[in-house]
């Protein structure tokens, strides 16, 4: 029997740990509960404990050629938070040379695979940040609507005050509040992208009109 949900909501800020609001020896976190589901009368981090996926995507890479160590450092930050949710990763999507602006989460070669045909093996969704899962409100409106769905929890390893973010969706929907906050932050990091687009195309003109090679133009994530 499924027990009754209550309505979602972001907790105030703490610290890791379990220590107040205000210690400086750690960073806040947030995070926007809603009360598990239960199947059976036992829920599913009761039966086991959680399992998540981890997202690691980067605008642009050379193979394994390429110097940038953000992959590793995006892997690290992604199961310190399945640790801390005393969680595992129990696989890996590696969208590398993909631009979150251009390809939307279900279209990514290797996150769209899972989130189309492995939804079951795994219980959330990691990324190390939020531009790194999204750069559209569009694709956080679905995103946030298969999650529902599919009772999932979605996590970003660094939020907006650089702690844990955590949206657990598996008794359904946000409240009206919470994806309000979760819109704003997928517009501001939409606009991001659209402005540095930009830039970029006006420095590739003027480059152009000085008779100018820039080089090689780069994806913005």
């Known amino acids: 029997m499924t027990s009754a949900s209550a309505p979602s909501?972001?907790?105030s800020p703490r610290t890791r740990g379990g220590s107040t609001a205000g210690t400086?020896?750690?960073?806040a976190r947030y995070t926007c509960f809603i009360p598990n589901s239960t199947l059976n009368g036992m829920s599913i981090a009761d039966r086991r404990g959680l399992g998540f996926l981890g997202a690691i995507r980067l605008s642009r890479h050379r193979g394994e050629a390429d110097p940038s160590t953000a992959p590793e450092r995006q892997e690290a930050s992604i199961?310190?938070?399945a640790a801390e949710e005393r969680g595992q990763v129990v696989g890996w999507a590696r969208d590398?040379?993909?631009?979150?602006g251009l390809v939307s989460p279900f279209e990514r070669p290797d996150l769209g695979q899972w989130l189309r045909e492995r939804p079951d093996e795994f219980d959330g969704i990691i990324w190390s940040r939020f531009d790194r899962a999204l750069r559209s409100m569009a694709d956080l409106h679905e995103l946030a609507k298969w999650a529902a769905d599919?009772?999932?929890i979605i996590m970003f390893a660094s939020g907006p005050a650089g702690g844990l973010l955590k949206l657990d969706l598996r008794a359904g929907p946000l409240d009206a509040v919470t994806h309000l906050i979760l819109t704003i932050?997928?517009?501001?990091a939409q606009m991001e992208w659209q402005e540095i687009r930009e830039r970029n195309?006006?420095?590739a003109a003027h480059m152009r009109q000085l008779g100018r090679w820039r080089g090689e133009f780069h994806?913005?994530?």
Do not use: E, P
Not at 24 to 27: D, G, L, N, P, R
Not at 185 to 188: K, V
């Open 9 to 11: 909501s972001c907790s």
């Open 24 to 27: 400086t020896t750690s960073k």
């Open 79 to 81: 199961t310190q938070a």
């Open 96 to 100: 590398l040379d993909v631009s979150a």
């Open 150 to 152: 599919r009772r999932k």
């Open 185 to 188: 932050l997928a517009f501001a």
């Open 201 to 203: 195309r006006d420095a």
């Open 219 to 221: 994806r913005i994530t």
